[in-house]
């Protein structure tokens, strides 16, 4: 690598939906573009954050000059603080004032207090070591959400982060298309775009369209009206807002993170609730059921939020009853139909009455269509195109569309994350691949808890545990008295009493076993006694509870 040479190295976000970063490299320096994390899907169990692997940022943390978030979704700040804790020094963190805001508060949870975090507004620009970085505008499920304009030596590359090309966004400040032309007309080396949408066809809806809807639907609806959605979604709580407004309710914002961020977004004048138009929380039950919007965390049936402890008839403040409707102003993420799905229903069992985005369009998608990729293609002239925040099938598909607007398929890199892309004044190609992959955070505590802690969850969860206690003679190593066995969660046969019978024959038989081979080591003692007794009980019940052998000498 020649110091003429872009590195471009995904590290999350490719061939997956969620976890993007992506460091950008020249002249030995890094910029890294958003730190993002991912929800665990239910496999993963008892893991509560996922994030990229990010051992390249810190065996090269010398060289970071600056870390640049894109917008304020978790998918792209979540890992912050995580990757901060991880860093001897830590770089400047650029980004939106909203995204600012929200990681800021976020560090304060985590303690991280002396991070260095620069506003920027749409247009501006920082130099930072070899790159000299541009904002530009764009429209998202999210105010101030940017792409990033990063220009070196050699050229200039855009990230696009999440956008749409909305024409009537909620806020009036549309995608800075003139400026993203004027990027293309310069002359732009590489576009790495949002790939989230690139299956369906058309043009996404415009945020706008939504509150007319919400309207007719909230006219529609005589008790109660509950509406969930992201609570990032700031122009879309707006949206509700007005809607409650024009007929008549007030508003009650319920959920922690619905709180925080409608605050952090009248703050920043992204949001205007009239005054004595919010109830709290406390006064919900006692208001009239027809005079109220309540909006609500819990859009993807996380298994705390607001909106699933209601489902469960376990909120604090709010009491679904016969009358009331819930709204969901959402579509779930990939992997959370099923807890949406669980909430919906049990919504369903306390008696009031549900809408979907699939029974009336009270959702417009914060990522750009088919139409819209090819647009911003078309506007920016690529050079190179490589997709990126999409699984393999959208980044297959978003290829395709650069295609079908004349990107030549030489110039079309499909990556995947860990695997560089090495720009030069003569050509790109693929370099050397990097480590990347997960890691997982269970509580607080990062780190690789590895296969092991995951398959003993796995089994855990799923066939239970045996534990084995036997007590043998220091003498000859024989069982002096009747094993103990005790068991959790296993999915049992009826005859359980002869079954354990003949468990604790199995286990005596195992013990005798070791003793006539003249066995004493402990260890290795309950290591056969492990692999004896998990023979016996896959034999018997065709399944791998997790043993737990214990041998007491005496
Ligand atoms: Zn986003
Ligand atoms: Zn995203």
């Not at 690598?1 to 976890?19: H, S, Y």
């Not at 970071?64 to 978030?69: D, K, S, T, W």
Request: proline letters at 5%.
């Amino acid at each position: 690598m020649t110091n003429e040479t872009l590195r471009v190295l995904p590290l999350g976000g490719l061939g997956e939906i969620g976890k993007n970063m992506m460091v950008v490299e020249y002249g030995g320096r890094i910029l890294v573009v958003d730190t993002g994390l991912m929800f665990p899907t239910p496999d993963q169990l008892g893991i509560d954050l996922v994030l990229p692997d990010f051992t390249y940022l810190r065996e090269r943390a010398e060289d970071i000059e600056a870390i640049v978030l894109t917008h304020g979704h978790e998918d792209h700040v979540g890992a912050l603080p995580f990757v901060l804790r991880e860093l001897d020094r830590a770089p400047v963190v650029y980004g939106g004032p909203l995204t600012a805001a929200m990681v800021r508060s976020k560090l304060d949870e985590h303690r991280l207090k002396d991070v260095q975090i620069e506003d920027l507004l749409a247009g501006q620009t920082f130099e930072s070591g070899p790159f000299s970085v541009e904002m530009v505008k764009m429209a998202h499920s999210i105010p101030d959400a940017f792409a990033v304009a990063i220009t070196t030596e050699l050229g200039t590359m855009l990230v696009t982060g999440d956008y749409k090309f909305d024409q009537t966004p909620v806020d009036g400040v549309p995608a800075d298309v003139s400026r993203l032309a004027e990027l293309g007309r310069e002359g732009l080396l590489l576009l790495c775009g949002d790939s989230t949408n690139a299956d369906r066809a058309g043009m996404s809806l415009s945020e706008s369209a939504v509150g007319p809807r919400l309207r007719e639907v909230f006219g529609r609806c005589e008790g109660r009206i509950v509406v969930t959605c992201f609570a990032s979604n700031i122009h879309r709580v707006q949206q509700v807002v007005d809607a409650a407004g024009a007929l008549g309710r007030r508003v009650a914002l319920i959920g922690r993170s619905m709180r925080k961020n409608t605050n952090i977004g009248k703050m920043l004048g992204h949001i205007d609730i009239p005054d004595g138009m919010l109830v709290g929380p406390k006064e919900i039950e006692d208001f009239p059921d027809h005079k109220l919007v309540v909006i609500s965390t819990g859009s993807q049936g996380e298994p705390l939020s607001a909106l699933r402890r209601m489902a469960h008839g376990d909120h604090p403040n709010v009491d679904l009853h016969d009358g009331d409707t819930v709204i969901f102003s959402a579509t779930p993420i990939p992997g959370n139909e099923r807890a949406v799905n669980e909430t919906i229903d049990r919504i369903y069992r306390l008696g009031a009455h549900v809408y979907t985005t699939a029974d009336v369009p009270v959702h417009a998608s914060g990522h750009g269509y088919a139409e819209e990729l090819k647009l911003m293609i078309n506007l920016t002239k690529p050079r190179y195109v490589m997709p990126v925040h999409g699984d393999h099938k959208r980044l297959r598909l978003h290829g395709e569309l650069a295609e079908a607007v004349g990107v030549p398929p030489k110039s079309i890199f499909r990556g995947e994350n860990g695997l560089p892309l090495e720009i030069t004044k003569s050509g790109a190609g693929w370099a050397e691949r990097e480590q990347a992959g997960l890691i997982f955070v269970d509580g607080m505590e990062v780190g690789d808890i590895g296969d092991v802690a995951l398959r003993d969850r796995r089994m855990l969860s799923a066939d239970g545990i045996f534990i084995v206690v036997a007590t043998i003679s220091e003498q000859d190593g024989r069982s002096v008295v009747p094993p103990e066995i005790i068991f959790r969660g296993v999915p049992f046969a009826e005859e359980s009493d002869s079954f354990v019978d003949e468990l604790r024959e199995a286990v005596e038989g195992s013990l005798a076993r070791s003793a006539k081979d003249q066995i004493t080591e402990i260890d290795l003692l309950q290591d056969h006694l492990h692999d004896d007794i998990a023979e016996f009980v896959y034999q018997r019940l065709k399944r791998r509870p997790m043993i737990l052998p214990v041998v007491v000498e005496v």
